[in-house]
Nanobody, 115 residues
Framework: QVQLVESGGGLVQAGGSLRLSCAAS????????MGWYRQAPGKQRELVAV???????NYADSVKGRFTVSRDNAKNTVYLQMNSLKPEDTAVYYC?????????WGQGTQVPVSS
């Protein structure tokens, strides 16, 4: 089992920045990929950014150049630095991890972006 706890969400103005954190516990040695997804009201959950244990990253086209995913293996934590936020980035952001062919999710943190 893997437990994920997100923090750092909150209201931000368009053009502003925010950093989300996700602390993992449990069988963390088995985690091979961690990342962030988001779900806007009335829309499906979508990938935002992921990072592998080796440091490879993948981003949604809509956030490339604005968001950066990083990982601190010593702290078992993954981060999402979000810059130049737009109202369309408004969503609940979820941390996710893959371990032993299982997927785990955090409880989600809200990020409203005001125009």
């Amino acid at each position: 089992q893997v437990q994920l706890v997100e923090s750092g969400g909150g209201l931000v103005q368009a053009g502003g920045s925010l950093r989300l954190s996700c602390a993992a516990s449990g069988i963390i040695a088995r985690i091979n990929r961690m990342g962030w997804y988001r779900q806007a009201p009335g829309k499906q959950r979508e990938l935002v950014a992921v990072i592998t244990s080796g440091g490879s990253t993948n981003y949604a086209d809509s956030v490339k150049g604005r968001f950066t995913v990083s990982r601190d293996n010593a702290k078992n934590t993954v981060y999402l630095q979000m810059n130049s936020l737009k109202p369309e980035d408004t969503a609940v952001y979820y941390c996710a991890a893959n371990a032993l062919s299982n997927s785990y999710w955090g409880q989600g943190t809200q990020v409203p972006v005001s125009s």
